[in-house]
């Protein structure tokens, strides 16, 4: 048992401004002042406020320490952790204008936001599957193995409303009944995460920070529409994100939760990773399946779509990241609670990324 947390931030964007240093630095101080049996120091992914960076809470007051440098881990460890007085010069500004501590979800920043695709990020170590599974992780995956139908998985995204993140905003149900209709035999699951938008890094977010999740959500597509094998399409340029992701589906398969009979239900499904080279047509779904063929990623008419025809000419749904971190929670809350968000033609929440000429850039 530890009586103190202390969260890093390992998002890109604080790795960028020193956020390993950091940790480091805890170590190195933990280590020198007799506390690493007491304290422990954990690398989340992304907090949002990116432009803050890097990032440190420490729980469980839940202090929201920002831009803090190396030099500043001594005055935390001796004031914060053996005195018990909270940095204050260090905390995110709006927390300190009435001299109170507020906590995370309590600030301007946060106190408006539901967060669904990222719940995790932040909060969770991404390479430790046991802090995944400790928030509900892989429930859903048990759940619709042992309770449901393909065809009631199908009903329930169709139900929530829940349409693609990826651009097109296409139903996701609908696309996934697509494919459950043809008829059995090799189909595949592919992961758009090639996110070729200038500026936008909501999915790389989503895979280093809750990696577990895209892997939760498209076993549940493979069961849905009756796929052994998946791929996770992934730009060259997300290292933080690869890494992850390879670390997820190794813990993954070592807990049975890829792999054959997973939960001891009799169903297959595995997945593997496939890189692209940062070419923006690749981020089409055609030619991101060509791409994964091994030919030069071009995009090929449609139709035929990819749920008839797709991957290597088999029957295939493809996701985006975002869409694919919305499934898990759809079916462990129902559809009614999904759609209980969003606006009157697109249920549930959606994530962005800010930047330009702004005060918090980040993602909300
Ligand atoms: C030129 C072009 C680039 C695209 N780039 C992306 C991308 O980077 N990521 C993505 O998810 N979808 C991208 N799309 C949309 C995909 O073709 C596809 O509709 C989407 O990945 C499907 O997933 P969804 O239904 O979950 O949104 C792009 C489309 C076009 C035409
Ligand atoms: S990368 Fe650290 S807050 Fe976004």
């Known amino acids: 048992m530890y009586r103190s947390h202390i969260l890093v931030c390992g998002g890109t964007g604080c790795t960028s401004s020193g956020s390993e240093r950091i940790i480091t630095a805890f170590e190195k101080e933990l280590a020198a002042t007799g506390l690493t049996q007491e304290v422990k120091v ?8 990116c432009a803050l960076g890097p990032v440190v809470v420490v729980y469980p007051e839940g202090a929201f320490y920002s831009q803090v440098k190396p030099e500043d881990i001594p005055e935390i460890v001796e004031e914060h952790l053996i005195k018990g007085r909270i940095v204050k010069r260090l905390l995110y500004s709006e ?13 301007d920043f946060y106190k408006k936001q539901v967060r669904v695709a990222l719940r995790n990020c932040g909060v969770i170590n991404p390479e430790d599957i046991n802090e995944y599974i400790a928030y509900d992780g892989y429930m859903a995956l048990g759940k619709v193995l042992t309770e449901m139908t393909p065809e009631q998985v199908i009903q329930t995204i169709l139900d929530s409303g829940l349409r693609g993140r990826g651009g097109g905003g296409f139903p996701t149900g609908r696309k996934w009944s697509f494919a459950a209709a043809q008829p059995k035999g090799q189909k595949y699951v592919c992961c758009n995460a090639d996110e070729g938008d200038p500026g936008a890094f909501m999915d790389r977010s989503v895979l280093e920070g809750d990696p577990h999740v895209v892997i939760e959500a498209m076993a549940i597509a493979g069961y849905a529409i009756g796929a052994s094998q998946g791929y996770i399409y992934v730009r060259a340029e997300y290292p933080i994100a690869v890494k992850r992701l390879q670390i997820a589906i190794g813990q993954a398969r070592e807990m049975g939760l890829l792999g054959k009979d997973i939960l001891g239900t009799g169903f297959d499904f ?12 690749c981020g089409e779904e055609t030619a991101l399946m060509t791409s994964i063929e091994g030919h030069r990623g071009e995009p090929r008419p449609r139709p035929p779509f990819p749920a008839v025809k797709g991957l290597f000419g088999k029957p295939t749904v493809l996701n985006n990241v975002e869409t694919y ?6 079916i462990l ?8 968000m969003g606006t009157e033609k697109s249920k549930g929440t959606k994530v962005f990324a800010l930047g330009g000429k702004i005060h918090n850039t980040g993602l909300v």
């Open 42 to 49: 954990i690398k989340t992914g992304c907090f949002g406020l």
């Open 95 to 107: 927390t300190v204008e009435d001299n109170a501590v507020k906590s995370l979800n309590e600030t």
């Open 270 to 281: 595995d997945l593997d990773i496939r890189l692209g080279a940062g070419a923006f047509v």
């Open 325 to 330: 971190a919305n499934i898990p929670r759809i």
């Open 333 to 340: 809350n129902g559809a009614d609670w999904f759609r209980s």
